[in-house]
Structure formats: C-alpha cells, structure tokens
C-alpha cells in the first residue's frame, strides 16, 4: 500500500500515476451521458414498467427491450396457474411510494467542510436523495420502500467528480466522525447498503456516478483506465467505438458500475470467453482511511508480494472507496451468432454441459433453463397473428413432442450466444450442436437464442409487476461441483416446497432454475423464489425464511454461499459455516488494521458481527 504516495522504506516519491505510461496509450474525448432517468421505487429506467391492461393482457412499457411495447397475454394467466392464485387487473396491491423517510442527523458542520471544495450541486440532503441511496434491489427492500419504510438511510449524499474529491471526502469524514457508504449502481440484492439502525454517525452515502470517464485505452497492449462509477452500458458504448470490449455483461449490465463489480466480486453472462471480474481488473485506486492504494505502472502479471487490491475483491465497501481500474480488453468479435436447443430434460442438459466443458469448445454463454423457465419465456411471447404463424407453431410443437417424444413438463432448453473469430465460432457451433445431438437435444434455432439472450433485461423488470399483484419474488445463486449439481437443484426445490407447506402459505410456490456459468470444476446454478401473499402476515419474513431454508440446503448439498451476488447482510449468519474461527479472525483483523474506526461502516459479510437493520429486516 502507497501511503500519501510516497515509498516508507525509502522516503523517496513515487511518480505520479501514469508518469510512465506507454505512447500507445489515447485519451478518448468526453461523452456526454444519455438523460435515461432511472425509476426511484423499481428496477430499471422509469419509462420502463409492466402493466396490467383491463382485458389481462401484460405491456412493458417504452421501446427499450425486443419485449417492448407488445401485448403479452399468455404471462399473467401464466403466472396465476403457476401461483394457483387469482393474480389480475383487479386484484392490486397499490404501491405507497414514497415511505417515510427518517430524518436526516444535523451534518451542518460536515456540510461546511465539503463546500470548500465540492459545488452545490454535489452535496443533497433531499429526503428521496438519501433514501435511493440507502438501499439496494432485494425484495425487502423494494417492498419496504413501496408498502412499508426503511428504519434508516443516510444523512448526506455526495457526488463526487474526481479521485481528489473522494480523497478530500474521506479527510472531511475522518476528521468530523462520520461514516461513509460507497454508492455504485444500487443494484445489489444482498442488503449492502441497508444501514444498522444502531448506527449513530453521520452517514454519508457517496454516490460514484459522476466518476464515468473511461481516463485512457492503449488499443496496443489492450488495456483501458475507468473511473468506478462508470456503469455497464456506458462502457460498451465507449469502448465498442475503439473497436474494443471488456466483455463483462452481468445482468445488471445497463445500471451496475466498474466499482460495484469489483466490490461483489462480480462474474458476466459471457465470463466463459472474457473470464470473470477478477480476471479483467489488472489494478485500481482505492481510497482507505490508511491512504490512497495505488502503483504508477502495471504490467501482465506479476509477483510482488501481497497486493492489497486483492483484498478489494469481494470487499463490498468495507474497506475503502474504488476510484479507477486498469481493466483488459478484447477486439469487438468479428462473429456473433445465437443458439438453441431443447433436451429432454435438466438432467441430459446438465450433461451435455459438462461434455461440452470437457471438449473445450464452451461459447461465450450458454445457459441451460429448467422446464418451469422453458414455460416463463413462452409466456412471454407476443400474440401470434395469421394462419402462417399459427401453423409454424403448430409444426414445432408437433415436432418436439410428438416426433422427437419430448415431455413439454420434462423438456429443458439452452441458449447460446457464440462470439470470436470465423473459425472459431464455427468450430465452437459444430462441436456444440454435435455432443447435443449425443444428450438428446434439439437444435432451436437462432431466434430462439438471441430472443433468450435479450430477455435476460427485460424480465428483471417482473419482480415489480408482482409486488403490485399481492406476489413476493427474488432471485438468488451458487455454485456447485458437476457431481453435486442436480442433487442440488432437487434438494432446493424440494426444501421450498416442504417451506411453503409447512407455512401454510396460499397457492404453490414458484420455483424455477438456470445453469448459467460452467468451470472445469462445476457449474453457477441461479434460482427465482415466489409466492402469493395476500393475506399473509409479514410476506417479507416469510420470504427470507424460505431463503434461508433453501440457503442452507444449498450448503448441504455441498453449493457456496453465493458465485457472484455476494454475502452483503443477507447471509451474514451463514460465515461462520463457511470459514473457520482463524479465518473469520483474520478478516477482523484486516478490517481493524486499515479502518480501525470503521470509518468505512457498511458493515459487510459480519466483518465486525450481525448488523440489525430494524422492522422487516432481510
């Protein structure tokens, strides 16, 4: 770790960073960032929303997504007979959106500090500005913000534009007692930005999104320098103009930040070809309350004893502020093409992965979907019009279950995004559809891959749509050895079951799973959790109980607490069974010997014991 920039051993300077930097390096004019307004109470962008018409049929409002704009009338009725619930125009759930906010804690003398170098408009107070700021995407928290009230948020949101301004912050903070939380893209579903209701200090949330420069990219050695607070789609953008990707694309990708990634630790939809977050970041700055962690150079790889910005990785802002990142990046692929195929069941799909692993030729995604999600995205199809399109479906239906036998309740279906060279998405494609062919599989069609593919946005608007229909929904993940895989997944989906009844909750839970990542070693496994709670008390517990529950099946079952959401406060009980008394000592430790007045209070993954978040708590 730099300290104030300078060399401890040595007192000699070290050069500025960059001082070094190659001549192959450009420095890409400024963009002027699109006005996408972002929805304050949901996912998303704020012209983008699912409705319910009076005649049943579903619109996702705007023009964002290939599901846009277009009557649905399959997903509503689909998700009632899923349910076993009466979900319908009628039958409402109103939101209460804006909750009470708490009142903010007297910051004036903070306030006074932060204007001798921050602008007005740089520093709020406002009571909706706090509140964004204070939470995350559970289902807790988005139901807490539209039919309940969060116990606290913080006192004083901040924007800063430059790496100086964070490190003037964290001196302003330092010096009044306050606590600082880093803000990204507020997208996290793990509570790590809910806010103990024992926390006293002022809280400043400091919101990075005004940091979205990409600084400089060396087209040459295929690196670039980004600001933190750049989110996902702001990047490709800027990137894909230089002919260059990083090719990290969550599925928050459109509001998720560089900063955020690196703080959960994040992996991508095309993580097999781009390789996961740690993979990408060559370095970063990070401000601490010790100093500034930063080097002038990087190279390749090296071997320089412990780095601290290892310790950033999965930190899920615990330690310091991220202000930059050296990232890798990749030529924007000569091909692109989509794929599908429809296996007989999860268990043949699951196999065929792990051939395909084997083969060597794993495309930039795929992703193999249970049947109960195979059904969802046919629910999510347009009306058909006309005789031709009518018998098109008829034929494929025709085709998969009469001739080729498939089960429609058994059936599962991957989507395949391929992406490189000619000859490598070519032999990438043959390999594929040929061990397929060996599992049972059918090939689908590139429509179906692309449209599989694109849906990944659209649907993260759904979990809203429920809410205001009296149902209760939220994704979570792990990952899981090959052998283990589907005894995971059956365990999991037998726990909920054994749950919801037990609860005597209404309806049938819902329930469904993807395998979306694969490694030598095993797989990521993504589940949805629902059910209808009208009339139920305290949906919210019920809820985070039945996760739970199929949290520590998943841990039985030999999964990891999580593959790329993180621990945040969520599962902050589960530590302790997944590392060892040493082990959760040695993170106090490094936790009291760089923040040792925990200035930095997110108070993360049970880095300094349970943090209580107050009424409906996750």
Not at 87 to 115: F, M, T
Not at 381 to 393: F, M, R, V, Y
Not at 517 to 534: E, N, R, S
């Amino acid at each position: 770790m730099a300290h104030d920039n300078r060399d401890n051993a040595s007192g000699s300077t070290l050069p500025p960073r960059g001082a070094r930097a190659p001549s192959t390096r450009i420095i890409p004019s400024p963009a002027p960032l699109p006005k996408d307004d972002e929805s304050l109470d949901g996912w998303g962008f704020a012209d983008t929303r699912f409705v319910v018409k009076p005649n049943g049929n579903v619109v996702l409002t705007g023009r964002r997504y290939n599901i846009s704009n277009v009557d649905l009338p399959s997903l509503l009725p689909w998700i009632s007979a899923t349910l076993s619930a009466p979900l319908s125009y009628g039958n409402r759930n109103e939101p209460h959106y804006p909750p009470p906010v708490p009142e903010a804690q007297d910051a004036s003398a903070v306030i006074a500090a932060l204007k001798g170098f921050l602008k007005d408009d740089q520093i709020s107070s406002d009571p909706l500005v706090r509140l964004r700021r204070g939470h995350g995407h559970t289902g807790a928290e988005i139901w807490a913000i539209r039919y309940e009230r969060l116990e606290r948020v913080p006192d004083l949101v901040v924007f800063p534009t430059s790496h100086d301004e964070v490190v003037k912050l964290t001196e302003v903070a330092k010096e009044h007692g306050a606590c600082l939380i880093p803000f990204g893209g507020g997208t996290n579903v793990t509570d790590a930005l809910r806010l103990s209701i024992d926390e006293k200090r002022v809280v400043i949330a400091v919101d990075m999104r005004r940091m979205n420069k990409v600084l400089w990219i060396d087209p040459t050695n295929r690196m670039a320098c980004i600001e933190a607070g750049a989110t996902g789609r702001h990047i490709v953008a800027e990137l894909a103009k230089h002919g260059l990707t990083m090719g990290h694309e969550p599925d928050s990708l459109e509001f998720s930040t560089l900063g955020g990634w690196i703080a959960t630790n994040a992996s991508g939809m095309k993580k097999n070809r781009y390789g996961n977050i740690e993979d990408l970041v060559l370095d970063m700055q990070v401000v601490t309350a010790r100093g500034v962690v930063e080097r002038p150079q990087v190279a390749p790889r090296e071997s320089i004893g412990t780095n601290p910005r290892n310790f950033m990785f999965g930190s899920e802002g615990n330690y310091g502020i991220i202000t930059t990142a050296i990232v890798k990046l990749f030529p924007v692929p000569e091909v692109q093409r989509y794929g599908s195929v429809i296996f007989p069941d999860l268990e043949r799909g699951l196999a065929f992965l792990y051939d395909l692993q084997q083969a060597g030729a794993v495309p930039a995604s795929v992703r193999v979907m249970d049947n109960t999600q195979f059904h969802f995205g046919q629910a999510l199809k347009p009306k058909k019009s006309g005789l031709l399109a009518h018998a098109k479906s008829r034929a494929e239906q025709l085709l998969v279950t009469k001739i080729k036998g498939f089960d429609p309740h058994q059936l599962a279906v991957a989507t395949i995004v391929f992406e490189g060279t000619k000859d490598e998405v070519e032999f990438q494609e043959k390999t594929l559809y040929r061990i397929a062919k060996q599992h049972g599989g059918l090939k689908a069609g590139a429509a179906n891959g692309e449209r599989g593919y694109q849906l990944t946005f659209g649907i993260a608007y759904i979990r809203d749509l429920t809410f205001e229909h009296w149902a209760i929904a939220e994704s979570f993940e792990t990952s899981v050895p090959w052998s283990r895989a589907l005894e995971l997944y059956d365990r999991v989906h037998k726990r909920v079951l054994r749950e919801h009844e037990q609860r005597r909750l209404p309806g049938k839970p819902f329930f469904t799973g993807r395998i979306t990542q694969v490694y030598p070693t095993g797989v990521c496994i993504y589940f949805y959790l629902g059910f209808y709670a009208k009339g139920v008390e305290d949906p919210v517990r019920q809820y985070s109980e039945m996760e739970h529950a199929a949290r520590e099946e998943i841990l039985a079952a030999g999964g990891s607490l999580s593959h790329h959401h993180g621990v945040g406060k969520i599962r902050q009980d589960f530590v302790k069974e997944i590392y060892s008394e040493g082990a959760r000592a040695f993170m106090r430790d490094v936790k009291q010997a760089v923040d040792p007045d925990n200035l930095f209070g997110a108070g993360n993954h049970g880095v300094l014991g349970e943090v209580k978040l107050g009424h409906g708590e996750g």
